[in-house]
């Protein structure tokens, strides 16, 4: 197989851009994630791809919590700053004000939309992501509006 065609293929499946956060106990973790998709209505089910070695996975493995995140149309910036290693400071991480969610994972109020989850089940295929499962306990939608896709974007996430 062509390196090259199955990266430029593979990236023709479309992609939304959530932010995931967790935490666990003093430690927090956040990052942009793209391989998500509900795969549940009862219970109301999620996956999402979380790199093994992230933060908010580790975090999420140990508190069993996570909230996903829906990053809208025009709010690139927001997901940007979850693109890097997780920052707290002054009652941000990233930069990006939060707060304590039902599941006591952070909730960052200036994104339109999030489900607060409970880790159901981690499947580790060998790969560098894990795919998580995760039953949505909270949700909350402060504003209906386009999700922001991958397509929309000048990034590449992959093949």
Known sequence: MDAKTRQRTLRLISNGVFVLTARCGERFGAATVSWVSQISFRPPLVMAAVRRESNVFQCLAESGSAVLHIVGEGQDEIAKRFFHPT???????NGEPFAEGHTAAPV??????????RVGQVV????????VILEAVEAECRET????T???TPWHYGG
């Open 150 to 152: 991958i397509a929309a």
């Open 87 to 93: 920052a707290v400071a002054a009652g941000t991480l």
């Open 108 to 117: 960052l109020p200036r994104l339109p939309a999030h489900v607060e989850c």
């Open 124 to 131: 580790d295929a060998g790969g560098d992501h894990a795919l």
């Open 145 to 148: 509006v386009r999700p922001l």
